[in-house]
C-alpha cells in the first residue's frame, strides 16, 4: 500500500535514515520498535549508498546470511516508486532517497565523498534544510558506533539499534562443519542393523552394530575430542 508525499506531510512525521547493518542483522524493518504511535507516524528513509552497499553484498563470499538478507533488501526497494512512501504497518513507512547529497554538503560539513557514513550524514543535513526542520529532529538508524558519534557531531539524533532486533551472531564455518558431521552420525545411528542377545535369565543385551556404525562411533569420538 503506498501513498503520496503530499499526503504523508500532513501527518506528524519523524524521518529516519536507515543504515545497511539494519537490512543484514536485524529483525525485519516492520518487526523493529521505532517509537511511532498513532499520533505520530516514522518514515523510514534508504538512502542511495545503502542500496550501493546491499548490491555490493549480495554476492559475499563467505556470508550466506548476507547473501540472502541482501538480496531480499534489494528486492523490496527495487519494488518502491520514486517519492512515494510504502506502508509497512500502520504508522510505519518505507522512501528510497533517490537524491544523492550534494558536493558542496560534503566541503561545508566537513565530510568525505569517499566514507560510506559520511553520505548518509550529508543526506541527513541536508534534508533538514529542505523541510525546514532543526536537525536534531533528523534521525539516524545504526548499530554502527562512528556512524551514531558522527551523526550527534553534526546535530543530528542518533538511535541505537544494537538491542533493538539484533539477530544470532551468524555460524562460523567450522560450527557448519560440525554440524554436519553430528547430522551424518545420527543418520548413520538410526539407519544402522541392531542385534539384541536375549539369555535365558532373560537378561537382555545389545550386540555390536554393523562395522560402518563401529567406524562411524570412532569418528564421533574423534570429533568430541576436538
Do not use: Y
Not at 523490496?76 to 500502520?90: A, F, I, M, V, Y
Not at 562395522?211 to 564421533?220: I, K, M, R, S, V
Request: net charge negative.
Amino acid at each position: 500500500m503506498t501513498a503520496a508525499v503530499s499526503d504523508i506531510s500532513r501527518i506528524d512525521v519523524t524521518h529516519v535514515l536507515v543504515d545497511t547493518c539494519l537490512f543484514l542483522e536485524h529483525q525485519p524493518l516492520h518487526q523493529l520498535s521505532w517509537g511511532g504511535g498513532s499520533d505520530r507516524h516514522c518514515l523510514l528513509r534508504v538512502p542511495m549508498v545503502v542500496v550501493r552497499e546491499l548490491n555490493d553484498l549480495k554476492d559475499h563470499p563467505k556470508s550466506e546470511r548476507k547473501r540472502e538478507r541482501s538480496r531480499a533488501a534489494l528486492r523490496l526497494l527495487k519494488g518502491l516508486q520514486p517519492n512515494e512512501p510504502s506502508r509497512l504497518k500502520e504508522a510505519l513507512w518505507l522512501l528510497l532517497e533517490f537524491h544523492e547529497a550534494l558536493p558542496s554538503t560534503f566541503v561545508e560539513h566537513g565530510l568525505n565523498p569517499t566514507v560510506n557514513d559520511d553520505h548518509i550524514v550529508a543526506r541527513a543535513v541536508e534534508l533538514a534544510g529542505q523541510l525546514q526542520i532543526p536537525a536534531n529532529q533528523i534521525v539516524i538508524a545504526s548499530d554502527d558506533a562512528p556512524l551514531l558519534i558522527k551523526a550527534k557531531g553534526h546535530g543530528l539524533l542518533a538511535m541505537d539499534m544494537s538491542e533493538i532486533g539484533p539477530l544470532r551472531p551468524e555460524a562460523t564455518e567450522a560450527e557448519r562443519a560440525l554440524r554436519r558431521a553430528e547430522a551424518r552420525l545420527k543418520e548413520i545411528e538410526e539407519r544402522s542393523p541392531q542385534l539384541a542377545v536375549r539369555f535365558e535369565s532373560g537378561f537382555e543385551e545389545m550386540a555390536l552394530r554393523d562395522e560402518a556404525w563401529t567406524q562411524d562411533t570412532n569418528l564421533e569420538r574423534a570429533l568430541r575430542q576436538e
